[in-house]
């Protein structure tokens, strides 16, 4: 822990998610009213980090920092945490 998170929404099909100076593209799309969030969304960071392991912990963290964020980003938005 310790890294900071946060998100940027380039397009309605997915999301950016930076912790310190990693990145890692999440496939969500933004066109339904309720956005599930899982862990099989995570799948790997960006390069030059792609072939570091994502523990399923790390996963779980990850998920639910995306959670916290997008309710501040998009409060109106129901967000579904599945096997978190």
Same mark, same amino acid.
Do not use: A, Q, S
């Given at each position: 822990?310790? +890294?900071?998170?946060?998100? @940027?929404?380039?397009?309605?099909?997915?999301?950016?998610y930076? =912790?310190?100076? @990693?990145?890692?593209?999440?496939?969500?799309?933004?066109?339904?009213?309720v956005l599930y969030l899982n862990t099989k969304l995570i799948t790997r960071w960006d =390069?030059?980090?792609e072939k570091e392991t994502i523990t399923d912990e790390e996963k779980k963290r990850i998920v639910r920092n995306i959670k916290d964020e997008l309710e501040v980003l998009? +409060?109106?938005?129901?967000?579904?945490?599945?096997d978190v």
């Open positions: 822990m310790g +890294n900071t998170c946060r998100i @940027k929404i380039p397009h309605f099909w997915c999301l950016e930076y =912790e310190g100076d @990693k990145k890692m593209t999440v496939d969500i799309d933004f066109r339904d009213p =390069e030059p980090f998009d +409060n109106y938005r129901k967000i579904v945490l599945e």
